[in-house]
């Protein structure tokens, strides 16, 4: 099975309550890879950046067997860069900055390889370039995208073209009752299945995620982490774990499905104990296995009454 990533990689300035970390390699395909990378090898990985983006984050991702032929390096350009600080709950944070240098006039160009790949993961960037990656590639089996309120904003009419090329679409909660000014998100879920996708997912940070289907219902329970340093990229790297799981084990059926969702979690729990990849870059997949039997037992309770009066 091939995998196609499509995304941002930048370098990161981050402030949370527990530290701050200064450059260090960020950006949504690269999150959405490196957690696709303990399913699946080699990514295929579509993205630009400048001549300065450091040797070691290029070995990086080399180490995980990701491919780089589509990789744009612009010598002489700079590097995709984003500064965000978080607040006290972790749950909400402040861009400091966000310099899109060599990405702003991003053109992503498949390499004649990847033109047969039998899954995509079109990560946040704009919705015309999700589109134009989809342009130039023979029909993938499964399509899963992202986004995110810069684009929902901007460029609506676009993202809404989109996502009716999109299979499942996964988004965190805030961005749903943007995209579909309704409050209430099984009913915000279900009228974006109305604009395409079949499969909604949305991520609702330490709250667990909710996979929403025309007639069903899925619902993941957040990990009790005692020790979160860092949210950045949790929601790539749920993306890169649930489409892993399914490139994978070629398995569209929704109960496969619900179990991406559950090794989606798993890797986003991991994703923000350190800063940066800094946790993603060491795992094992022995440990991806034993948290998600650890997700298992979370929600599993016993269903007969024993004692009586
Ligand atoms: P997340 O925490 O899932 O929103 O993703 C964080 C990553 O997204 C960071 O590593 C940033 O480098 C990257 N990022 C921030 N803003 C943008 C943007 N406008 N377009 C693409 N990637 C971005």
Redesign the pocket.
């Known amino acids: 099975m091939s995998l196609l990533v499509v995304?941002?990689?930048?370098?990161?300035t981050i402030e949370t309550p527990f530290g701050k970390v200064e450059n260090v390699?960020?950006?949504?395909a690269?999150?959405i890879s490196t957690a696709a990378s303990y399913f699946v090898t080699p990514i295929r990985l579509v993205g630009v950046v400048g001549g300065d983006f450091p040797k070691e984050y290029i070995d990086f991702l080399e180490s995980r067997d990701i491919d780089l032929e589509g990789l744009q390096i612009m010598q002489g350009g700079k590097t995709?860069?984003?500064g965000?600080r978080y607040n006290y709950d972790l749950n909400t944070?402040d861009?400091l900055f966000?310099e899109?240098n060599c990405?702003e006039h991003f053109n992503p160009i498949i390499p004649e390889s990847y033109h047969k790949t039998t899954y995509v993961c079109l990560?946040?960037?704009d919705p015309v370039l999700q589109r134009r990656v989809l342009e130039q590639i023979a029909k993938p089996r499964l399509v899963v995208g992202?986004t995110?309120n810069?684009w929902i904003k901007g460029k609506n009419a676009e993202l809404k073209e989109t996502l009716k090329l999109m299979d499942i679409f996964v988004v965190n909660e805030s961005e749903v009752r943007q995209l579909t000014d309704e409050p209430n998100l099984f009913k915000a879920a279900r009228m974006i299945i109305q604009l395409g996708p079949k499969i909604v997912v949305i991520k609702k940070g330490e709250h667990g995620a909710l996979m929403v289907t025309e007639k069903t219902i899925f619902s993941a329970p957040a990990y009790p982490l005692e020790i979160i340093n860092d949210?950045?990229?949790?929601?790539?790297?749920f993306a890169g774990g649930l489409i892993g799981w399914i490139a994978k084990t070629d398995d569209l059926s929704e109960d496969n499905i619900k179990r991406a969702v559950i090794y989606g979690s798993a890797l986003a729990s991991f994703c923000v104990e350190r800063f940066?990849l800094d946790r993603l870059k060491d795992l094992s997949y022995l440990e991806i296995q034993d948290r998600f039997r650890e997700f298992r037992e979370l929600s599993k309770f016993n269903e007969e009454v024993t004692a009586v009066g």
Do not use: C, K, Q
Not at 7 to 12: A, C, M, T
Not at 25 to 28: D, N, Y
């Open positions: 995304g941002s990689l930048g370098i990161d390699l960020g950006g949504s690269t999150y995709f860069r984003w965000g944070r861009t966000t899109l990405f990560g946040n960037i992202d995110m810069f949210p950045t990229g949790a929601g790539d790297a940066s």
